[in-house]
């Protein structure tokens, strides 16, 4: 179907594997195909709803941003993804056949398709087309603290020191609309006058600062005064007779404008500018200019930008129940007549009729400004979900510019290509189990989305919270991309130190995530520079694994390392599955290499311990150990995990200064580093510097763990094929644990090496036996009983000291006596094997081996 304000196109899909579709609070990431469910899709400034309802839902309200992206994996187990570029309102009803249904009330249909075959080629392709994701600063990747219950700076002085004290690692001080004069941007409050030396204080010690921006500029002030001379754009009333003018004649400003005004938090009415126009972009870099001169913040967080107007259209606005906020006059839309054609559609979509099952009305108008409202880019009916996308780009540039450095963006509200320019959170969620177990979804989305930069406030931004679920909300806040703690003005604070439990759980989990960074920038750097996700759900490495499709509450960063975070009360552990098609280790200190169990399980997972994380078979990742800030922390040297599977690994690390701007990577200076193992009789070790940046000041590497070394490393034998190799007293080997420790000076100097070749020998690949397949290498302990490992090295045999019920503590190596040297007519040459030594007599060197059939009943070997 196909009209002006409605287009509708119904097809059935080849496959109920489902994923995608937002920003909703979804409560499984695949969808449930056997429900009919509706999903809107229209940016709207709403908080988070997290009942489930029977089909799995929370009832499908839209959110902050507007995705609609969806990936199918088919039957044979590719995948494919389709996104339907239209921004005006518009849902999707998925239902069983399996079928969707999609409608738009504006604009035209067009489809992109994207082929894979593999989940992470439709990411790659689909960012092709919208734009891959901006690189975060380093220290973003940090811990971030703030709450709005601070009223001043000494009161977050105060819990900032408390934090360090603790030591904990942080890195960001968060400072919401608190810090301005009357919710105003650009205008610093009266008892925030000591933000900015205290911001240098910060500075001093390594720590960054990020501060919140509202989209709507208050038309009294200053700031608005500068927009109007800068020529920038604002929404504005079609015509003079819409215009309300006993509000407007409040404002001189406006007085004599159809600028259309809206309410956000300030308590005077906002205008809300088209950052799409260029002079208003101009104007708002010029802004941001001024304000940082006084106050150097380092990133930006953008809200209400959906754009919100609170109370829009509602007889009673809630804020008139809010004893902060003046009860100034809300805004009234058409919604009668000719006028009221886009508030009030023929079709409004899901996205308003939702809202009425909880207020008397809802309109597409509602909590933001009227549909007709008209600007340059063009009316608000047709670009509202455009909003942040637009106000990210015009900011991006701006905070760049102001700081001269990456810094860091974050919005509300968002489209795709919003990750181009700006990480995103969850939204102001609660402090509920709930809304702890949906955020894993949200944050899997939003890297389907492009958005890999995304995180959800840790313990819940509403609501008084139990230490049982602040606790676990570290544990798994650790692994969010963002993680960021932040509560609203009326909660208690929910900093780390308030609790002992938390704060001993939390000091674990976030150092644990500092020891990490190394690995998860390199996703964010090859995700900025190739395309592709940071976190991603398990099907998305294991599409063959049927298991793996309907799991949602584990996730993975990148392809090698796999988090199960507790999301249940009174648990201490967690059923996970863990693929079958690869070796999987614990990176848990307590379990640090210990190979994991494969497939559904029972996993221990107390509070006083990380919830289990694995490292994949095969991978190669970097690590640190921890310091009180990600800078510190970057100045320690760089280890490696080598996690074998199959005899090899392989991976990459990526490495820059961390903040300079990234305008094209072909030019960025940072560092490349490829790295590859194999192992057989011989073990051997590659370290290849692919790309050298300047001033990248990358750590040498000083210790490699290897994971499922299932060989006897001869500790003797390891050589550097150039240069000085210097091995350390902690170099240890445990066959037993399939761990070897390589530590050593001179593995890896980035300002010297461009490749490191490292070559040992071991007691061949396969010459530990199972203690039920063991040949005792001192058969006269059998009568004994008693083993001695000095007769057992002697003879050149395995000692294992660990004690396996009548199984020889000393054993030939599986590799010993004879190899075949040649076969001719039947007859089998055997050598004499010299990489082990017949602790009793020489081996004569060549035997004859044949093999003869009697009769074809009898079998005669001599």
């Given at each position: 179907m196909f009209s002006d304000q409605y287009i509708q196109i119904a097809a059935y899909i080849g496959s109920p594997e489902l994923y995608g579709i937002g920003e909703n609070i979804q409560h499984q990431l695949r969808h449930n195909m056997q429900y009919y469910v509706t999903w809107g899709m229209l940016s709207r400034n709403e908080v988070p709803i997290y009942t489930m309802g029977a089909s799995g839902t929370s009832g499908t309200p839209n959110l902050y941003g507007a995705y609609p992206f969806y990936m199918a994996l088919e039957p044979d187990n590719k995948a494919h993804g389709v996104l339907l570029l239209n921004s005006n309102p518009q849902d999707i009803t998925i239902g069983p056949a399996p079928h969707i249904v999609y409608r738009t009330i504006g604009g035209v249909l067009d489809i992109i398709f994207f082929p894979g075959p593999f989940p992470e080629d439709v990411i790659r392709q689909y960012l092709a087309f919208v734009g891959k994701p901006a690189l975060p600063s380093y220290w973003s990747l940090g811990f971030q603290y703030g709450s709005d219950t601070y009223k001043n700076v000494i009161e977050l002085e105060n819990a900032i020191s408390a934090i360090q004290n603790a030591a904990i690692p942080i890195d960001v001080l968060y400072a919401g609309f608190r810090y301005m004069n009357q919710s105003q941007d650009f205008i610093l409050a009266e008892d925030w006058q000591r933000f900015p030396p205290y911001i240098d204080q910060l500075h001093n010690q390594s720590m960054h600062v990020i501060i919140a921006l509202d989209a709507g500029v208050q038309v009294d002030g200053e700031p608005f005064s500068r927009a109007l001379a800068a020529k920038a754009n604002f929404f504005e009333w079609e015509n003079d007779s819409q215009v309300p003018h006993s509000i407007q004649n409040i404002y001189p400003l406006v007085s004599n404008t159809k600028i259309m005004l809206g309410v956000q938090r300030p308590n005077k009415h906002v205008a809300l500018?088209?950052?799409?126009?260029?002079?208003?972009?101009?104007?708002?870099?010029?802004?941001?200019?001024?304000?940082?001169?006084?106050?150097?913040?380092?990133?930006?967080?953008?809200?209400?930008?959906?754009?919100?107007?609170?109370?829009?259209?509602?007889?009673?606005?809630?804020?008139?129940?809010?004893?902060?906020?003046?009860?100034?006059?809300?805004?009234?839309?058409?919604?009668?007549?000719?006028?009221?054609?886009?508030?009030?559609?023929?079709?409004?979509?899901?996205?308003?009729?939702?809202?009425?099952?909880?207020?008397?009305?809802?309109?597409?108008?509602?909590?933001?400004?009227?549909?007709?409202?008209?600007?340059?880019?063009?009316?608000?009916?047709?670009?509202?979900?455009?909003?942040?996308?637009?106000?990210?780009?015009?900011?991006?540039?701006?905070?760049?510019?102001?700081?001269?450095?990456?810094?860091?963006?974050?919005?509300?509200?968002?489209?795709?290509?919003?990750?181009?320019?700006?990480?995103?959170?969850?939204?102001?969620?609660?402090?509920?189990?709930?809304?702890?177990?949906?955020?894993?979804?949200?944050?899997?989305?939003?890297?389907?989305?492009?958005?890999?930069?995304?995180?959800?406030?840790?313990?819940?931004?509403?609501?008084?919270?139990?230490?049982?679920?602040?606790?676990?909300?570290?544990?798994?806040?650790?692994?969010?991309?963002?993680?960021?703690?932040?509560?609203?003005?009326?909660?208690?604070?929910?900093?780390?130190?308030?609790?002992?439990?938390?704060?001993?759980?939390?000091?674990?989990?976030?150092?644990?995530?500092?020891?990490?960074?190394?690995?998860?920038?390199?996703?964010?750097?090859?995700?900025?520079?190739?395309?592709?996700?940071?976190?991603?759900?398990?099907?998305?490495?294991?599409?063959?694994?049927?298991?793996?499709?309907?799991?949602?509450?584990?996730?993975?960063?990148?392809?090698?390392?796999?988090?199960?975070?507790?999301?249940?009360?009174?648990?201490?552990?967690?059923?996970?599955?863990?693929?079958?098609?690869?070796?999987?280790?614990?990176?848990?200190?307590?379990?640090?290499?210990?190979?994991?169990?494969?497939?559904?399980?029972?996993?221990?997972?107390?509070?006083?311990?990380?919830?289990?994380?694995?490292?994949?078979?095969?991978?190669?990742?970097?690590?640190?150990?921890?310091?009180?800030?990600t800078a510190q922390t970057r100045q320690n040297p760089i280890r490696l995990i080598i996690a074998i599977e199959n005899g090899k690994a392989n991976g990459k690390m990526y490495w820059d200064d961390g903040e300079s701007i990234v305008d094209d990577f072909n030019i960025h200076s940072y560092i490349e580093l490829d790295v590859n193992f194999t192992t057989g009789i011989t073990s051997r070790l590659v370290l290849t510097k692919v790309k050298w940046g300047i001033g990248a000041n990358v750590p040498y590497i000083e210790r490699i763990n290897f994971f499922g070394y299932d060989a006897i490393p001869l500790l003797g034998t390891i050589r550097r094929e150039s240069g000085a190799l210097h091995?350390?007293?902690?170099?240890?080997?445990?066959?037993?644990?399939?761990?070897?420790?390589?530590?050593?000076?001179?593995?890896?100097?980035?300002?010297?090496?461009?490749?490191?070749i490292i070559t040992w020998q071991n007691h061949q690949l396969y010459d530990i036996a199972p203690p039920e397949a063991r040949v005792t290498c001192i058969p006269e302990s059998l009568q004994s009983f008693v083993d001695d490992e000095a007769i057992c090295n002697a003879r050149g045999c395995i000692w294992d000291s660990h004690f396996w019920y009548n199984a020889p503590s000393c054993y030939f190596p599986k590799v010993s006596g004879y190899t075949i040297r040649s076969t001719v007519d039947g007859v089998t040459l055997l050598e004499d094997y010299k990489g082990f030594k017949n602790p009793y007599q020489e081996n004569r060197p060549l035997l004859t081996f044949t093999a003869t059939s009697i009769q074809h009943t009898t079998l005669n070997i001599r």
């Open positions: 500018p088209d950052y799409s126009v260029q002079t208003t972009a101009n104007w708002w870099k010029e802004e941001i200019n001024q304000f940082h001169a006084k106050v150097p913040f380092d990133g930006l967080w953008l809200d209400l930008n959906e754009p919100a107007s609170f109370g829009t259209n509602e007889p009673k606005p809630w804020y008139f129940d809010d004893p902060e906020h003046a009860n100034i006059t809300q805004l009234m839309c058409p919604l009668n007549g000719t006028e009221a054609r886009f508030d009030i559609p023929p079709y409004e979509t899901y996205n308003a009729y939702f809202y009425r099952f909880h207020l008397t009305k809802a309109y597409l108008s509602s909590e933001t400004l009227c549909m007709l409202a008209i600007s340059s880019s063009g009316r608000m009916y047709d670009v509202k979900n455009l909003y942040g996308l637009y106000h990210s780009i015009a900011t991006q540039k701006a905070l760049q510019s102001s700081t001269s450095k990456r810094g860091i963006l974050i919005s509300r509200s968002s489209y795709p290509s919003g990750g181009h320019y700006a990480g995103h959170s969850l939204g102001d969620n609660r402090g509920s189990w709930s809304a702890m177990r949906t955020s894993v979804i949200g944050i899997q989305q939003f890297n389907m989305f492009g958005i890999p930069y995304v995180g959800a406030d840790v313990c819940g931004y509403y609501d008084n919270v139990t230490v049982e679920l602040c606790l676990r909300w570290y544990q798994l806040g650790a692994f969010y991309p963002l993680m960021r703690n932040r509560n609203d003005k009326t909660s208690l604070p929910k900093d780390p130190t308030r609790w002992p439990d938390v704060m001993k759980a939390a000091q674990t989990a976030i150092q644990f995530r500092y020891s990490y960074l190394p690995y998860l920038y390199s996703l964010f750097f090859k995700a900025a520079k190739d395309g592709g996700t940071v976190v991603r759900p398990l099907f998305f490495e294991f599409p063959e694994e049927p298991a793996t499709h309907g799991i949602s509450e584990q996730f993975m960063w990148g392809s090698a390392m796999l988090i199960a975070p507790v999301l249940t009360r009174q648990s201490n552990t967690v059923y996970a599955y863990i693929p079958r098609g690869a070796s999987w280790f614990s990176l848990r200190t307590t379990e640090f290499g210990i190979r994991a169990q494969r497939g559904f399980s029972f996993i221990h997972a107390s509070t006083t311990e990380l919830p289990p994380v694995f490292i994949r078979g095969g991978s190669i990742i970097p690590y640190q150990i921890a310091a009180n800030t091995l350390s007293s902690e170099t240890t080997a445990d066959h037993a644990t399939e761990r070897f420790d390589l530590v050593a000076h001179g593995i890896f100097d980035f300002d010297i090496d461009d490749q490191v």
